[in-house]
T-cell receptor, first 112, second 111 residues
Framework: QKEVEQNSGPLSVPEGAIASLNCTYS??????FFWYRQYSGKSPELIMS????GDKEDGRFTAQLNKASQYVSLLIRDSQPSDSATYLC????????????FGGGTRLMVKP | GAGVSQSPRYKVAKRGQDVALRCDPI?????LFWYQQALGQGPEFLTY????????KSGLPSDRFFAERPEGSVSTLKIQRTQQEDSAVYLC?????????FGPGTRLLVL
């Protein structure tokens, strides 16, 4: 069974700090990796996607992928209170259907 | 443009009642997915359509769950004889290429 693991948190960081969110996955066939943000009572919203090893930066967000270690992370620079949400890691094995397999999410709290 | 819409947003059902949940995907999106999200958990895959064809229903938890997308656009997820363990948020997502866009979800409470 494919598994995606995240620390449930809460991860508490002060405003302006870097928040580091981590995710490991079990399926070596996974090829596409996504980070979604979910505010309480709302639907998941795509933050970043990454497909190859290394870093991908978009504004304050950086996704990092290491397929050998089966590890993907999301860094949020200059964290803001509005970043407080649950961050969901999702993976897709393109050879095993188009569905996303999600982790349980990490709750991030950014304190002013 | 309009995003994915779902209705109803909230549904309270008595145990044993049948329910139908509707999803209107983004216009032109070929792929449509249903996920179930229990409180405090990540979404779990239920089923996947490409146009009107249901290509994967491996995530449906029992034969009480049934989904259809007869004209390749609107989809309905039906749950027969609801049980308390069916209480969850049901999320619909549509996609074009890689990105899946989620609707607001239907929060189902079975009493």
């Amino acid at each position: 069974q494919k598994e995606v693991e995240q620390n449930s948190g809460p991860l508490s960081v002060p405003e302006g700090a870097i928040a580091s969110l981590n995710c490991t996955y079990s399926d070596r066939g996974s090829q596409s990796f996504f980070w979604y943000r979910q505010y309480s009572g709302k639907s998941p919203e795509l933050i970043m996607s990454i497909y190859s090893n290394g870093d991908k930066e978009d504004g304050r967000f950086t996704a990092q992928l290491n397929k050998a270690s089966q590890y993907v992370s999301l860094l949020i620079r200059d964290s803001q209170p509005s970043d407080s949400a649950t961050y969901l890691c999702a993976v897709k094995d393109d050879n095993a259907g188009n569905m996303l397999t999600f982790g349980g999410g990490t709750r991030l709290m950014v304190k002013p | 443009g309009a995003g994915v819409s779902q209705s109803p947003r909230y549904k309270v059902a008595k145990r044993g009642q049948d329910v139908a949940l509707r999803c209107d995907p983004i216009s032109g999106h070929v792929s449509l997915f249903w996920y179930q999200q229990a409180l405090g958990q990540g979404p779990e895959f239920l089923t996947y359509f490409q146009n009107e064809a249901q290509l994967d229903k491996s995530g449906l938890p029992s034969d009480r769950f049934f989904a259809e997308r007869p004209e390749g656009s609107v989809s309905t997820l039906k749950i027969q004889r609801t049980q308390q363990e069916d209480s969850a948020v049901y999320l619909c997502a549509s996609s074009w290429q890689e990105t899946q866009y989620f609707g607001p979800g239907t929060r189902l409470l079975v009493l």
